[in-house]
């Protein structure tokens, strides 16, 4: 085991008060301890709860058992619904068609929540333990250097001798901090309202299936129910706010959507996405509410969003996706973004029946209140609406310009 003691003049600033972003997990169990023996400085937790659950008993004790002269646990789980991913969903943001940024939305509240407690305790310094492989290192500090912009960021894995994670593995056996992974079972795990996701140990390697047994919200898609299951998903302005015609508050409905989709093998992802640092990674996750939100609302919007504006908006949700996976949530971008798609949201008003059947999620039915479907007018039998004439002059003029270039150049 590597030495991990610096020295003060390797610490560059001497800092006096420092609140560490604090999970319980393998990293940060052990920085509340490494902090407090390489800055010799007083030590605060902070624990943000966007939807952890089970993870958050006991974590006041284990914070102060292991270094903490204080703990916060701060409910933002509200808060992490209404103003991070219900945003998201409007923007039916995706990052590389598959991602549906658990994490990157986690980060912006989870270090809004920190910043004010580092301004209420005066503190001089935060502290993360984000790798420095990883997008969180980005996420976390580019959202402080936002809110509290003249505070020291401690990031110990740039600091430290540890390497890996059996390298924390020992360092925490050596203390007698409890972390919950084992040197057999390595994964790296981030659990909220919107995902659980999964990194590390076998996965890292392409040509592994993933462990059934690894998963907390789902079942597999041959153990899921033979028949199928109807949700309705109700939205105002695109906003969801029922589910089955029953009007649920935020935490409630994107839970309640967790357990019905997850029960009927909704909602995994195996990917391997584009890192913003550079590198491919291979992540797993779950997010079984996020995958039959963006289908309702997809759907929704396909009747109630006229087609240039739609358009233009799926373009939008691309970029969308990117800022928030990139760490720029607390940007002018981000909220010139947000006006435009509050915008497109005036009419997105209705209701969106899912068939969920063993993995798939299948459109049943739309109802929206401001719909833009015209039955008179799609039909194919005879009506009174269109004149099939018309068209000759749309196609002739639409095709002006093919027309001319194949004329002008037919020659050359």
């Known amino acids: 085991m590597p030495n991990n003691k610096i020295s003060r003049s390797e610490s560059k600033d001497v ?50 058992s292991t270094g903490a002269s ?13 103003d991070y991913i219900y945003p998201a969903v409007r923007a039916n943001a995706l990052y590389e068609d598959k991602y549906f940024l658990g994490t990157a939305l986690a980060r912006p509240i989870i270090a809004r929540k920190i910043a004010d407690i580092v301004r209420k305790e005066n503190a001089d310094a935060v502290c993360h333990g984000a790798t420095g ?21 401690i990031a110990p894995w740039r600091e430290w001798k540890i ?104 909602g995994r992802i195996d990917m391997v996405e584009n890192r913003l ?12 509410a996020a995958v039959v939100l963006y289908a309702a609302h997809r759907e929704l919007e396909s009747i109630s969003v006229d087609r240039d504006t739609l358009h233009f908006k799926q373009f939008l949700g691309q970029k969308y996706a990117e800022i928030a996976y990139y760490g720029l949530w607390f940007t002018p971008l981000r909220e010139a973004i947000d006006a435009f798609i509050n915008s497109t949201q005036k009419y997105v008003t209705g209701t969106v029946t899912l068939k969920l059947y063993k993995g798939n999620v299948i459109p049943a039915s ?14 194919f039998e005879k009506d009174e609406v269109y004149n099939h004439k018309d068209a000759e002059g749309f196609i002739n003029l639409w095709g002006l310009p093919v027309k001319v270039q194949a004329m002008m150049r037919k020659d050359k």
């Open 366 to 379: 739309r109802q929206a209140k401001y719909s833009l479907y015209s039955e008179k007018l799609a039909t």
């Open 70 to 82: 204080k703990s916060y646990i701060v409910d933002a789980k509200k808060e992490f619904v209404t």
């Open 163 to 266: 390497r890996s994670r059996e390298d924390a593995i020992t360092y925490a056996n050596e203390r007698n901090i409890s972390v919950p992974v084992t040197k057999a079972r390595p994964y790296s795990s981030d659990a909220n309202l919107w995902h659980i996701s999964y990194e590390g140990g076998i996965l890292e390697v392409l040509g592994n299936e993933y462990d059934e047994a690894m998963f907390k919200m789902t079942v597999s898609a041959e153990k899921a129910p033979d028949k199928p299951s109807y949700v309705k998903i109700g939205f105002q302005r695109g906003i969801p706010i029922s589910v089955n015609d029953e009007q649920l508050f935020p935490v409630e409905l994107i839970t309640k959507l967790n357990e019905v989709a997850g029960a009927n093998g909704i």
């Open 15 to 64: 800092v006096k008060k420092v609140v560490v972003a604090y999970s319980g997990g393998l990293d940060t169990s052990i920085i509340l301890s490494w902090v407090k023996e390489n800055y010799d400085c007083e030590v605060i937790a902070c624990c943000v709860d966007v939807g952890q659950g089970k993870e958050l008993e006991g974590l006041d004790e284990k914070a102060k």
């Open 133 to 153: 492989k990883g997008n969180d290192q980005v996420r976390f500090e580019l959202a402080f250097k936002a809110l509290i912009p003249d505070i020291k960021i």
């Open 277 to 288: 640092v550079g590198m491919k990674s291979r992540g797993i996750y779950e997010s079984p």
